[in-house]
């Protein structure tokens, strides 16, 4: 298993481009999440998704878009980059969409600056 | 809302000292609690977890017990090694409705030879 996959692993926008964070898993798991991670501010949950066609906004939604149109993949689209955006993101999944205790398993990031 | 709060750090030791990293939570009913550890350069990963009131969570000589009375997690180790520098999450997940995970805003560990 490779668990959960992002990519790229790092990216400069400009101000005003778009872009997609891919994330994969293989694990089959129902439910998906992209979170960012900012100093001071811990991770804050954007979107995330508790099967495919289902998704739901998070804490912080504004200007990111996303979709699941398979099990395996939750790709999170930029509209329109802001240097506000410039964060290091993650993606996790987790078997269940409920449930007690549940073990959330993250990628490895993607860095991204906007300039 | 929910809320996780977590000491600040950064929290500086030297090897085999004794580790507390506080957290208190705010929440309804009855959440799981975990905490999570993230290597540099790397994602998150889960140290341990528990589900109810008096569940202590362990791993890798880390403990961390619910305490509902106090609404607490707090994460101890009594010895640590410079390989447990890192960053710790203190979380919790809601467990009605879809879940949904709130993360403290972490604590950097560097342990020093």
């Known amino acids: 298993n490779a668990g959960v996959t992002q990519t790229p692993k790092f990216q400069v926008l400009k101000t005003g481009q778009s872009m997609t964070l891919q994330c994969a898993q293989d694990?089959?798991?129902?439910?998906m999440s992209w979170y960012r991670q900012d100093p001071g501010m811990g991770l804050r949950l954007i979107h995330y998704s508790v099967g495919a066609g289902i998704t739901d906004q998070g804490e912080v939604p504004n200007g990111y878009n996303v979709s699941r149109s398979t099990t395996e993949d939750f790709p999170l689209r930029l509209l329109s980059a802001a240097p506000s955006q410039t964060s290091v993101y993650f993606c996790?999944?987790?078997?269940?969409?409920?449930?007690?205790?549940?073990?959330?398993?993250f990628g490895p990031g993607t860095r991204l600056l906007v300039l | 809302g929910n809320s996780v709060t977590q000491m600040e750090g950064p929290v500086t030791l030297s090897e085999e000292a004794f580790l507390t990293i506080n957290c208190t939570y705010t929440?309804?009913?009855?959440?799981?609690l975990f905490w999570y550890v993230q290597y540099p350069g790397e994602g998150l990963q889960l140290l341990l977890k528990?589900?109810?009131?008096?569940d202590k969570g362990s791993n890798k000589g880390f403990e961390a017990t619910y305490r509902k009375e106090t609404t607490s997690f707090h994460l101890e180790k009594g010895s640590v090694q410079v390989s447990d520098s890192a960053v710790y999450f203190c979380?919790?997940?809601?467990?009605?409705?879809?879940?949904?995970?709130?993360f403290g805003t972490g604590t950097k560990l560097q342990v020093i030879p």
């Open positions: 996790a999944s987790s078997y269940s969409r409920t449930g007690v205790g549940e073990t959330q398993y």
């Open positions: 528990a589900t109810k009131a008096d």
């Open positions: 929440a309804t009913g009855y959440p799981s």
């Open positions: 694990m089959n798991h129902e439910y």
């Open positions: 979380a919790l997940s809601r467990t009605q409705g879809y879940q949904k995970v709130t």
